[in-house]
Antibody, heavy 124, light 110 residues
C-alpha cells in the first residue's frame, strides 16, 4: 500500500520560504510516476503547484513558477517543495500526491494516492 | 478563476440521481483525459474516475462519468448521506503544461 506523509513547519513568516517534505512508502520515488504538490486555501478549491518525474523533469503551475522548486531525495525516498517570498495568500493545506500514468502522454495520468495534508499558515 | 468550470453546488434527495458538469477547452478536456475526485469534509481528495470514464477498484458503480468535446459530466445514482462532499474535475492542460482543476462542486444530500 502506497502511503505519503507531509512534514514541515506549520507557520512561516511573510516574505520567508515555505519548505515541505513528502515521505513516500510502498513505492519508489524513482518509479515511473509523477510526484506532485497540490494546495487548498481554507474554504477554497484545489490548486496544483507542480510535479517531478524520475528525479529530474519538472512542471510547475505558471502562476507560481517563479517561486517554486520541487526536488527529490532518492536516498530517503522523499520529495520536497520550496516556495519563496510567501504572503498570506499562500496559507493553505498542502498535499503531496502521486500521479500514476495510464498511457504514454502527459494527459494520461491521475492522482491515485494523496497524503493527509498539512496546514501551513503565513503570518508574522 | 479556475480553468475548468463547475457549478458551485448541487443538491438532491437520498436515493435520487445527481449530475455535476465540468466545462473546459480544447487544450484541456478537449484533447486530454479527465479525472474526478471526491473530497469528504476534513479529508484528502480521493479519485472516483480516471481516463474520462473508468472507475478504480473499490469505487461503486453508482459513480459514472462521460465526456463530450470540451465538457464532461459526473453522475451519482442512489444518493446517500455519505456522498455529501466536494467534487472536483481535473486534467492536463497542454497549452499551460500544467494540471488544472475545476473550482469544485459541493453536493448536498437533502
Amino acid at each position: 500500500q502506497v502511503q505519503l506523509q507531509e512534514s514541515g513547519p506549520g507557520l512561516v513568516k511573510p516574505s520567508g520560504t515555505l519548505s515541505l517534505t513528502c515521505a513516500v512508502s510502498g513505492d519508489s520515488i524513482s518509479s515511473t510516476n509523477w510526484w506532485s504538490w497540490v494546495r487548498q486555501p481554507p474554504g477554497r478549491g484545489l490548486e496544483w503547484i507542480g510535479e517531478i518525474f524520475l528525479g529530474g523533469s519538472t512542471n510547475y503551475n505558471p502562476s507560481l513558477k517563479s517561486r517554486v522548486t520541487i526536488s527529490v531525495d532518492n536516498s530517503k525516498n522523499r520529495f520536497s517543495l520550496t516556495l519563496s517570498s510567501v504572503t498570506a495568500a499562500d496559507t493553505a493545506v498542502y498535499y503531496c500526491a502521486r500521479a500514476t500514468l495510464f498511457g504514454g502522454n502527459m494527459g494520461e495520468k491521475y492522482f491515485d494516492y494523496w497524503g493527509q495534508g498539512t496546514l501551513v499558515t503565513v503570518s508574522s | 478563476q479556475s480553468v475548468l468550470t463547475q457549478p458551485p453546488s448541487v443538491s438532491a434527495a437520498p436515493g435520487q440521481k445527481v449530475t455535476i458538469s465540468c466545462s473546459g477547452s480544447i487544450s484541456n478536456i478537449g484533447i486530454n483525459f479527465l479525472s474526478w475526485y471526491q473530497q469528504l469534509p476534513g479529508a484528502a481528495p480521493k479519485v472516483l474516475i480516471y481516463d474520462n470514464t473508468k472507475r478504480p477498484s473499490g469505487i461503486p458503480d453508482r459513480f459514472s462519468a462521460s465526456k463530450s468535446g470540451t465538457s464532461a459530466t459526473l453522475g451519482i445514482t442512489g444518493l446517500q448521506t455519505g456522498d455529501e462532499a466536494d467534487y472536483y474535475c481535473g486534467t492536463w492542460d497542454s497549452s499551460l503544461s500544467a494540471v488544472v482543476f475545476g473550482g469544485g462542486t459541493k453536493l448536498t444530500v437533502l
